[in-house]
Structure formats: C-alpha cells, structure tokens
C-alpha cells in the first residue's frame, strides 16, 4: 500500500449529504490502510472553491472529487482551472449525467464516477491515484559531471544510450547522466517505465504511437523522441503498455 504524507483532498459538491458521504467513505478507506487521513476542505461550489484556492498560503490539493452540475461555474470548468494551479492534481468527476464524460475526457480528468457513488468502486480508484501520485511526486537524482539535478520521475521522458554515453531526456532538458544504464533501470522500476531496447528505457505516459521496431514519444511542449523496439520483446511491450493503460483509465 502507497503511504503518502500530508495528503490534501478538496470536495465540491452542491448537495450537502453527498459531501458528507464521499468524506465518510474517503475517511473510512484512509483508516482501512492504516494510512494518516489527508486534510479535508469542503465547498458548495466552484467559484468558492477557486476563491478559496486562489487566494494563496494554502497547501497543494492533491485530489478533487467534483460535481458536474452545480449552480454557476460546473465541475469539469472547476476542474480545469485546478489544473492550471495544480498541475499534478487527481481529479474525479462525479455526476448522474454520464454524457459529461467526453467533455470530462478533454480536461485530462483521472476518474468519472457515477451517483450514487458506489464505496467498493471509489476505493479501487483511490488505491490507483494514490499510486499516480507516487510516481508524480518521486524525485531522481541525475549525477552528471557537473552537477547533480533533481527532477521528477514523471517527468522522465525516456533513457538513452548512444556509445557508452547515457542522456536522461527529461520536460526541462538533457542531462548525460555518469551512471549506467543498468542503473536506470532499477531506478526506474515502475510500471510507467520499460525498457524495450538495451539502449532505451521509455516512459509509456508519452508514448504517441509504436510498430513493431519503433516507438514514438512526444512531450507537451511538442518535442518528440524514437526509441528502438525490438523483436523479442514487442509482445512484452505492448502488454505492459495495456496494464499501464488499464491502471491510468
């Protein structure tokens, strides 16, 4: 189980008894770990919410539960504003309405869950989030001649190996790391990452598309790699790529 420390979850609901509940179940799910309970902060709306959060000196929201219809600004909105103050953040939609879900998509939302929310579901999904949230918060030390830069794993684009020189390809640059490949990879041991070339490890969270001996990776900021794949491991790559897909939706 994923211990996570100062842990903030923010609920926005317009319906006082659907609060409670969704605090209820999340509290219940924290002592059923034994994890620390994470700060609760409950609003009633997205613009108070956002009121709330744009005013500074409060901790980071690590997760949101929304509603979708509420009075005034909706949840998916709501949502994606959060996003912008919090670019790590987990956010569950949670509406009777599913024909939300392909505008909720569209706002990188990580889980829709549908009213009356089902407690056994929410708890899957929450043991997933917290997982994501591992990796996004994980920092790696990259050594290089020069200096040691501390990046998140997330972050991480992929590892590779040209003549005995390996470049830790990251969202803010590349860094020739001075430690082995086969360092990387155990520092790297996590299901996002694969290794699908000796002188490759690729993390599939950018992954845009693959054949059989290539695959094609791109950053948000419209940088894109290739990493060779090889023969012998394409069936392993892909159902490892479909596990981590499976996790992620």
């Known amino acids: 189980m994923v211990r996570v420390v100062a842990m903030r979850i923010v609920l926005c609901d317009d319906d006082k008894d659907v609060l409670n509940l969704l605090k209820k179940y999340l509290q219940e ?3 059923s770990g034994r994890l620390a309970q994470p700060a609760y902060s409950e609003y009633m709306s997205g613009e108070e919410l956002l009121r709330a959060e744009s005013r500074g000196g409060m901790e980071k929201v690590d997760i949101a539960f ?3 219809e509420m009075l005034g600004l909706s949840g998916i909105h709501t949502g994606a504003r959060l996003k912008k103050l919090y670019p790590k953040i987990k956010i569950f939609i949670v509406t009777s309405y599913p024909d939300y879900l392909d505008e ?3 706002f990188h939302v990580f889980r829709y869950l549908s009213k009356p929310v089902d407690k056994k579901r ?3 999904n929450m043991k997933d989030a917290l997982y994501q949230l ?4 994980r920092e790696v030390s990259i050594e290089t001649k020069e200096q040691t830069v501390i990046r998140s794993a997330d972050d991480i684009v992929m590892v590779e190996t040209v003549e005995r020189h390996n470049c830790v390809i990251t969202i803010g640059g590349t860094f020739e790391s001075v430690n082995p490949a086969a360092d990387w990879e155990g520092l790297l041991k996590m299901n996002c990452f694969f290794r699908p070339h000796r002188s490759y490890i690729i993390n599939f969270k950018y992954i845009d598309s693959y054949s059989h001996n290539s695959i094609l990776l791109s950053t948000p900021n419209g940088d894109t790699y290739t990493a060779y ?3 012998r491991k394409y069936k392993e790559f892909k159902d490892a790529h479909l596990l981590y897909l499976e996790a992620m939706s």
């Open 29 to 31: 799910y924290f002592s």
């Open 122 to 124: 929410l708890f899957r």
């Open 229 to 231: 794949l090889t023969r």
């Open 134 to 137: 591992s990796i996004d918060t």
């Open 104 to 106: 909720a998509m569209r």
């Open 66 to 68: 929304l509603d979708v």
